[in-house]
């Protein structure tokens, strides 16, 4: 048998059960060939439009001012993502900064702000001040006297559009949105789902500002939030649009004097958009996101391949092989912690940097359990290349996202079944 990933250990009789998958997993595959083609034409479409050229790659340093290149960057940013602007900076360094910069750009004392997806990711209630140590003075929007409350998905995944429409009142200020499920058991939402929500927000409600978290949406389908209706949107570079090479950064788009308040948040009032040096991170920044339509479609790829191996292997996986996808992250549900520990080892022994660390569960601040967590990653944090992650508790659900290459992925999978000792479902 010409099994290319015996040498790191998988068994022909794992690999043959592997390629006989092919089969179950085309039309996934297919759709994803098809979403990667369109998003990719369209990325490349919007770098011609704006006449990028190698005079924008050089180093701007200092204030920034005038820095054609990242002029050009934002350009290309706004046109892909649908906004009519776009603030794309080295400066902000995470996705949790690029959206609490959208809520404290927007949001003034006395406003209110509702999710219309549930509880926001971790980091972000913090921000807002959801958390019991919040109390003391972090400078989250509850000490600016801005109001949160939340609305829970249907059970069916879909936004309770009644449920959102009636928690909106004169002092609701801006919808938060969450793509991704993150590291939720709810299922992520999907472009079809995401419109229907902004849409009737926006119709009874065209003063209340729509932000979505794209956080690890961005092109897993063919549109984005923003040409969906939402008002604003915003993610990171160490995820999807940086296309695995960009070091650091985020971004935003929208609605342009929305995205000048955020800027303005970002820098100072007076200043904007109109500081922040790129420091000769436009080459990158600008290539990562030709690449990111493929490098998605990889990662899509390895975790379509994953579920359906795990599936076979009797593990119950959401989004399930065959069910459509609207984020990155794959979750499995193991039996027991041993599993937990065992399938993140194996994600870190199967990476291409510290691929010989052994990652250990522990007790991570924010968390009622120790977590385990397994990245050999090239940029630190970056979790669009293969990343794991595992609390130690029932019921023992690991969530996995990235690949900048969809082999590594396979090989992880292909180890994890193998070594787990299932039995074929
Ligand atoms: C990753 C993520 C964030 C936060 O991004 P960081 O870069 O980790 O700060 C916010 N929301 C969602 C849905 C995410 O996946």
């Known amino acids: 048998m010409n099994n290319p990933y015996s040498s790191f250990g998988v068994s022909d009789a794992t690999y043959k059960v592997a390629s006989e998958l092919k089969e179950s997993i085309s039309g996934a595959y297919q759709r994803v060939d098809d979403i990667c083609s369109r998003n990719q034409l369209k990325v490349l479409r919007a ?10 790659f050089g180093f701007p340093t200092g204030y920034g001012y005038d820095d054609v290149g990242r002029e050009k960057l934002e350009q290309i940013y706004a046109e892909v993502f649908g906004g009519e602007s776009s603030y794309v900076r080295v400066q902000i360094s ?18 209110d702000m509702i999710c219309a997806t549930g509880l926001p990711y971790d980091t972000l209630c913090t921000v807002i001040g959801l958390k019991a140590d919040d109390a003391k003075s972090n400078g989250s929007l509850r000490e600016f006297d801005i109001g949160f409350s939340q609305v829970e998905l249907k059970t069916d995944g879909s936004v309770d559009i009644e449920g959102v429409l009636h928690a909106i009142t004169p002092k609701t200020k801006l919808v938060l949105i969450q793509k991704s499920k993150g590291y939720s058991t709810r299922p992520c939402l999907n472009s079809a789902l995401m419109a229907d929500a902004i849409r009737s927000v926006k119709t009874l409600h065209p003063d209340v500002v729509v932000l979505v978290d794209n956080c690890y949406g961005e092109f897993v389908e063919d549109q984005e939030p923003c040409e969906l ?17 960009c070091p650091s950064g985020g971004y935003i788009v929208g609605r342009a004097d929305l995205v000048e308040k955020v800027a303005s948040h970002v820098t100072a009032p007076g200043l904007g958009s109109h500081v922040g040096p790129s420091l000769g991170f436009n080459r990158i920044i600008a290539q990562g996101l030709y690449l990111a339509p493929h490098i998605v479609s990889e990662s899509m790829k390895g975790a379509i391949f994953a579920s359906a191996l795990f599936e076979k292997f009797g593990f119950s996986c959401a989004p399930a092989s065959t069910d459509l996808r609207g984020d990155i992250v794959q979750s499995v549900q193991f039996e027991n912690a041993e599993q937990v520990i065992a399938f993140c080892k194996i994600v870190q022994a199967s990476s291409p940097v510290d691929a010989f660390v052994t990652p250990e569960p522990w007790p991570m601040p924010g968390y009622d359990s120790d977590v385990i967590m ?5 940029t630190q944090g970056s979790s669009i290349e293969l990343s794991a992650d595992g609390p130690i508790k029932s019921p023992y659900m690991v969530y996995m996202q990235g690949g900048l290459v969809s082999e590594q992925v396979k090989l992880a999978a292909m180890l994890a079944v193998e070594r787990m000792g299932g039995r074929i479902a």
């Open 47 to 56: 770098f011609q439009n704006a006449r990028l050229s190698e005079v924008h």
């Open 374 to 378: 397994a990245a050999g990653t090239f």
């Open 94 to 111: 995470s996705g949790t900064q690029a959206i609490a910069a959208c809520l404290y750009g927007v949001l003034r004392p006395g406003d």
């Open 229 to 245: 209706g939402a008002d604003l949107c915003a993610g990171s570079l160490i995820k999807n649009p940086g296309g695995g090479i």
